[in-house]
């Protein structure tokens, strides 16, 4: 899944990336509205890690949705 897939259904993301990284309030999700930029400003924020880590693991966690469709 790309993250254009990501923005279409963020009422269905949101979900996993809050049960991921429970720091983020709802509210959080709600001014991120499916934008990868302030998703991980937000995580920055919120974990104080490196931008560059952030996004890969935010990269490899959007990669894993694809996993988990091909196995319904």
């Known amino acids: 899944m790309n993250w254009e897939h990501v923005e279409g259904q963020w009422k269905q993301v949101k979900g ?3 049960e991921k990284w429970g ?3 709802d509210d959080d999700l709600e ?4 934008h990868k930029d302030r998703l991980l400003g937000k995580l920055q924020e919120r974990y104080g890690d490196q931008k560059d880590e952030l996004e890969g693991e935010l990269d490899r966690f959007v990669a894993g949705f ?3 469709a091909s196995k319904h």
């Open 16 to 18: 996993k990336i809050r």
């Open 23 to 25: 720091k983020l309030t």
């Open 31 to 34: 001014q991120i509205a499916g």
């Open 66 to 68: 694809d996993k988990d």
